[in-house]
């Protein structure tokens, strides 16, 4: 009598981690996206558009006017328990009961207890600049003390200020109308902004807009602030607060889908950009998320999915999570500080492939499933001596699920890649598949592939080796329990069979 006994699950799979999904978040654009795009205006320049037109584009129903001349006040310093001005020429100190104290060349260093002079105090130039903390600025400096320390405010005409924000707010070497453009914008930004009732009107960074004073000053930008001298953008007898940012990636937003709380007003809406694409970062690079970081950044429990809601904007207004608990929505601009993004215009892709099952054999087919949204076709991709080999193109039901059949030939590890990102990687465990058949006192074996093989006897309790070969056994063996084992080696799972028995011969068998 013959006895077949062929390998299916009596070898033992280490446990396999439970695949998880790969989030890939692509995105374009620098900054709030409300108004003039500063990458978007240099591409019009570039293509023949003056800085009229280019106002036109980003900020329409809108004209440009005259504005009188203005006086601005920009914070430098706050929270300071010590400030120094000076200059490289005489100056003069005022302070609030209109005591004057004249100063010679050098610098003075200004506690909340200062000469028995009354705050706040203000330094008046003489012939050069005065200086705060060794930077030159033009106009005086007004030094107020204030419950956290001493504020210094700078004072001085409203060109003379945008002299030193147009250069810090766009590169050396662009296009004059560029510079032009942008000159007109920021003074209008600034006219709009000023708040008579506080200590300031505008901070020197891009809570408002970057000033760096007389160091930032140059030649080509000075000249942009002179030739659009008093201009400003007016929307029926208003300046506007015009907006700027640097790159929207192909599109600009509305005040009221940037800013939810602000009203929608008809010179800041949602613009093509055209020829935004010249900006290094009118588009990211992919960057890979896995859920455990999206977890750990959010404060989320179990993250198995991520949607992006968008505004009319075409921006992400918020992501919706789908965690252990349900589904919760998180505000597309906290989106955008959490993870150090460019703007709030970024889509969130997936890629998922499922554990593939245990078990399986030589020659068994495997399905392996897995789904992909956002992404059109992936590949397939399994580990092999020569790197990572693509082994299918996947081309995802419309519900982004996907299942595709593959020979089961050697252990490997699986994953899914898109261009240039791979998602986690699924393990694949195969066991050689050994068939044994005995008939009295021979026993037969088979390895597929054809792996060494031991076949063992049990005695004493103990299995011990009484023959080997390379993928076929035939031989007469003692009557007793016997099985055989197969060493994979890194290709394949280990695999030792059920024991099977070898009888003595008897005669009529």
Not at 154 to 173: K, Q, T
Request: charged share 20%; proline share 6%.
């Amino acid at each position: 009598m013959r006895v077949c006994v062929v390998l299916l699950a009596a070898l033992a799979f280490p446990g396999l981690a439970r695949a998880g999904t790969v989030f890939l978040l692509d995105g374009r654009g620098w900054g709030h996206g409300v108004g003039m795009s500063q990458w978007g205006a240099e591409g019009y320049a570039r293509h023949g558009f003056d800085y009229r037109q280019i106002l036109a584009h980003y900020y329409p129903h809108t004209h440009i006017g005259l504005a009188g001349p203005r006086t601005v006040r920009i914070l430098l310093r706050e929270n300071q328990s010590k400030l120094r001005v000076g200059s490289a020429s005489p100056f003069l100190v005022v302070d609030a009961r209109g005591h004057k104290v004249h100063v010679p060349t050098g610098t003075l260093t200004v506690r909340r207890r200062f000469e028995r002079l009354a705050f706040p105090l203000r330094f008046e130039p003489g012939a050069q600049p005065l200086r705060v903390g060794g930077a030159g600025y033009r106009g005086a400096v007004v030094v107020k003390a204030k419950p956290g320390g001493l504020m210094a405010v700078n004072v001085l005409p409203l060109d003379r200020y945008l002299r030193g924000v147009v250069p810090w707010e766009v590169p050396v070497a662009w296009h004059a109308q560029t510079y032009e453009a942008q000159a007109v914008a920021a003074r209008s930004y600034t006219l709009a902004m000023l708040k008579p009732g506080k200590d300031f009107d505008l901070f020197p960074d891009d809570r408002s807009q970057m000033y760096g004073g007389i160091r930032a000053e140059r030649t080509e930008t000075n000249l942009a602030v002179g030739a659009t001298a008093a201009q400003v953008l007016v929307w029926g007898d208003q300046i506007i607060p015009a907006y700027y940012f640097s790159t929207s990636g192909g599109k600009t937003s509305s005040v009221h889908d940037a800013w939810p709380r602000m009203q929608q007003v008809p010179y800041l809406v949602s613009v093509a950009d055209p020829y935004d694409y010249i900006s290094p970062h009118h588009i990211w690079p992919t960057t890979v998320l896995t859920p455990e970081r999206i977890a750990t950044v959010l404060r989320l429990d179990g993250v198995r999915d991520l949607r992006v809601v968008r505004n009319p904007s075409g921006r992400a207004q918020a992501v919706r999570a789908l965690t252990s608990h349900g589904w919760t929505q998180i505000p597309g601009g906290v989106i955008r500080t959490k993870f150090k993004l460019g703007s709030t215009d970024f889509e969130i892709q997936a890629l998922t492939l499922d554990d593939v099952s245990a078990g399986l054999v030589y020659g068994d087919r495997v399905r392996v499933r897995g789904w992909v949204r956002g992404l059109g076709r992936a590949r397939l991709q399994e580990l092999t001596d020569r790197g990572w080999q693509t082994v299918r193109r996947i081309r995802p039901a419309p519900s982004g699920r996907f299942a595709v059949s593959l020979p089961a030939l050697r252990s490997t590890e699986l994953r899914l890649a898109y261009n240039g990102v791979a998602g986690d990687t699924v393990p694949l465990q195969v066991a050689p598949r050994v068939s044994v058949s005995t008939r009295g006192q021979s026993l037969h074996a088979v390895v597929s592939p054809r792996l060494p093989l031991q076949v063992q006897r049990l005695t004493r309790r103990r299995w011990r080796a009484v023959a080997s070969s390379q993928g076929v056994f035939n031989g007469t063996l003692r009557p007793g329990s016997y099985r055989v084992q197969v060493l994979g080696g890194s290709a394949y799972a280990s695999a030792v069979t059920r024991p099977v028995a070898v009888r003595a011969h008897t005669t009529g068998s």
